[in-house]
């Protein structure tokens, strides 16, 4: 059994039979075990004639007709995984701005003026708050901070600002005795991170922790402290 994701090869043999054509077609025969498959032929030649051995073969991965991929995709770790191999946590995410807001992520926007990678769409909002607004939402007053709070998801949604907002905690590796790395839950950073949607933010997440234990392995290796 042949297995192939489309029939295009097939529906243009067709089309030529009238013209006494048709496509020249390469039989794979894969020695792991896969099932058989047939592929258009790519024409290749020798470079030097003179040269010994036969031309050797090219085998499409795409369908040259309608694009759809050959061979199935290599398959990506899901998030999950990639979450738990890189050690990062979610503390956790809220759509943004459906209120109310979790107290952990409604208190972030008290620091929105001062924190530097506080997420730039949400920062412009809190600086167009009027003064008073903006005083309420610094003050640490909870009532205060609620109204000055609902003014500010009232206007993320007259400007159309909204997507996930979340934070993501990661424990800060260093680099142990015979190489490597170590790392533990007392000693830790947080990420406050925004994206468009929740899978988004997942995998911003990920390339977060990902980067910070690549080059702690990085640096152990060069014998960094
Ligand atoms: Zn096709």
Redesign the pocket.
Known sequence: MTHQ??N?VADFNLKLRDHNTRIVETIGIPRDGRAMFTRPTITTEKIESRKRGRAAIAVPGF?P????RYEPAPAKPSIYNRLFDANVRMECMWPFPVSPAPEKLADVFEYADDEQDFPEPLRDLVRSLDDRSREELYSGDSVDFQEAFSDLCGDAYRKGVHGWLGIAANPIPKPSVGGGVSFSWGYYRTKLLFAPTAEQLLENAAEWGEAKFAAAHAAAESGEA
């Open positions: 994701p489309c295009c369908c007709f309608c694009g759809n």
